[in-house]
């Protein structure tokens, strides 16, 4: 089986009120030594045996911040290391990173994907989520990246922001649908602890404008707004956020939905072998600090056991639409844990009575209307 590859580039001009992850504000002379450090790390994980590379994602954070020439090394030592010529190539950009230089470099580097985080095309809203871009950086860059080859383009969107209302909506939907990117990304806001702007959320302020976070149902209409209106525009809805056009999809993300294999390189990345999971130390001066002392940043190794193999069978298969197919699962899982799998058929049986999940044949899938509430539906499977 081929093996993705998945770099962490965990720095950001400033930190966005919703955003919970693991990223930080740093000064730009941090990010030589972090990628000299990344290059160190795949040239020794190289060293070992390994399947062949077919995809490679830079993921961030917000990668483009980093000098394209150290892009450029990162891609080589893949390559060089791995022997790797991989299909897909993606980098995340931020609009405001986008120009038409920097744009012809990175497709001069390798990358043939660029995932572009637009988030919303209205100025409101992007200004109160802490975001230095505007509806013309989007607008400047998806020219720019066009211009420069980029042939396969992700644009996303967050229904949810503070400020935004159903006409601010079908404008930023209108608006990426006319700029036709191959692939499209709808992510409803998270509102929890991790971020600033879910913390007031839930505890109350008004800093970060929680106040004007629309209603639970308005954001899930947003979500059914934007599946009917990409549906109408071509786009196949192929898992829970995710739509793309014919031939489009993300073939990295989709090992992740798979649980295919992939390796993880950069601070606090993520690694998966078929039977255990690990991450590299999420601190980058803590991970400069482990590679350059010739130790290995990986920590928090994790073997699965067979339950919780089984249980990621449903918890990650269930969010594509396809759904998973339940007579491999049976055959791998049943002899060994036979109470488990019975429990789960029964809980199958009653969310299929409810219509959160619907059958055909040995398949199962999440009921298309009902994918606004995946995350109940996941709990009362797997709890
Ligand atoms: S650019 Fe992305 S990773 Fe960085 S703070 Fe904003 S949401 Fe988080």
């Not at 089986?1 to 693991?22: A, D, E, R, W």
């Not at 740093?26 to 795949?42: F, L, M, Q």
Request: hydrophobic share 35%; charged share 25%; with cysteine.
């Amino acid at each position: 089986m081929s093996l993705g590859i998945y770099i962490q580039v965990p720095f950001c001009q400033t930190k966005c009120t919703y955003c919970n992850f693991h990223t930080g504000v740093v000064s730009r002379d941090r990010h030589g030594p972090y990628s000299e450090a990344v290059c160190r790390e795949i040239a020794k994980a190289g060293e070992s045996p390994h399947a062949s590379v077919d995809t490679v994602y830079v993921g961030g954070g917000t990668p483009s911040l980093l000098d394209p020439a150290d892009l450029g090394k990162i891609l080589d030592t893949l390559r060089r290391s791995f022997r790797a010529e991989p299909l897909e190539t993606t980098l995340e950009a931020d609009p405001e990173t986008v120009s038409s230089e920097r744009a012809a470099l990175w497709v001069g580097t390798g990358f043939n994907r660029i995932s572009l985080g637009s988030q919303s095309f209205a100025d409101r809203e992007l200004q109160a989520a802490g975001r230095r871009h505007r509806r013309a950086d989007i607008l400047g860059a998806t020219e720019a990246l066009r211009a420069a080859g980029i042939g396969n383009l992700n644009m996303d969107l967050i229904a949810g922001l503070p400020y935004q209302t159903p006409p601010s909506w079908d404008k930023s939907i209108e608006e990426l649908v006319s700029i036709r990117p191959e692939h499209v990304s709808i992510y409803m806001l998270e509102i929890d602890e991790g971020s600033r702007l879910g913390r007031e959320a839930l505890a109350g302020g008004s800093r970060y404008s929680a106040q004007a976070i629309p209603d639970d149902d308005t954001i899930a209409d947003f979500y059914e707004i934007a599946r009917q209106r990409l549906a109408a525009s071509g786009y196949e809805h192929y898992e829970i956020s995710n739509w793309a056009l014919p031939g489009y999809r993300s073939r990295h993300n989709g090992k992740y939905w798979r649980r295919e294999p992939y390796l993880g390189f950069g601070a606090g990345a993520h690694s998966f072998d078929g039977m255990m999971r690990w991450a590299n130390v999420h601190d980058p001066a803590r991970y400069v600090a482990c590679i350059e002392q010739g130790s290995s940043p990986g920590e928090q190794f994790e073997g699965l056991t067979a339950i919780q193999m089984l249980d990621e069978e449903f918890f990650v298969g269930l969010r594509l639409l396809e759904g998973i197919d339940l007579a491999p699962i049976e055959r791998d899982f049943a002899p060994e844990l036979p109470r488990r799998m019975a429990q789960l058929r029964e809980r199958i049986a009653h969310l299929e009575s409810l219509g959160f999940i619907e059958r055909e044949g040995t398949r199962i899938r999440l009921a298309p209307d009902r994918l606004t509430v995946s995350n109940e539906v996941f709990i009362q499977l797997l709890a």
